[in-house]
């Protein structure tokens, strides 16, 4: 587990808390955070209203708001047209979950992913959600990078994060998609932690504060990278550069 100092962790970022929130419902379909996420990302004809008028029937009827799309008396609580497209999501939700328990694999894994942003129409949602194309651009390169993770999990191909189940610089075992969905879900948990201070903080030099933690790690210090200096044809007075400082 980490976290950023003044900066955004991966899981943290919109987009990838978006897909794991499908990953969360497929795991348990009474998180009701994951489906109000997953079932407005992107929205499918299913608007705040009718949201409310679910949540109000779930309440009722002390069931999830997945559950409740199961109730025979939800038809007096939606129009037909909503009822309709709350029980289209929830037999999505099933079909997913089940697929994903079926594949296995790197290749199958990331056709599978790919099929299923296609299909929800997630690159659209994007860059309809965004004034900036670049900037949807880069989300879109997110979520494909995050696909393109999960399908090496599934494939063995990439290193358990948190050591656990598997020795030292080894890669995992091949895994089904649900199984992965399992782990990504768990970092996501643990990323939410923020209170949790056993974890890895990641920051830049002079964001630090001294006597801040009791061990630390300095990546690239290296001769011309820390302490930085400039090179000689930019200090055309050919006087020797003095130590780093903050200007520079």
Known sequence: PYKVSGGQSFFD????????????????????????????????????????????????????????????????????????????????????????QQTSGKQDARRFLQAWLEDIGYEKHLLDGDDKPALAAARWENVMDFCDWMAGRCGGEIDDPSGAGSSAGAATPVQSLYEVAQTVSLIATLNEREQDQNVVTLSTLHASKGLEWPHVMLVGVNEGLLPFKLGDDANPSGQADGPMSEGR
């Open 13 to 100: 970022r919109a987009e990838i808390k978006d897909l794991c929130a499908w990953f969360r419902l497929w795991l348990n379909p009474d998180d009701d955070p994951a489906f109000l996420r997953a079932i407005t990302s992107p929205r499918r004809g299913i608007g705040a209203q009718t949201l409310a008028q679910l949540g109000e029937f779930a309440g009722r009827a002390r069931l999830s708001l997945f559950e409740s799309l199961t109730a025979g008396s939800l038809a007096a609580a939606v129009n037909a047209r909503a009822l309709a497209g709350l029980h289209a999501f929830g037999r999505q939700i099933q079909d997913l979950r089940w697929r994903a």
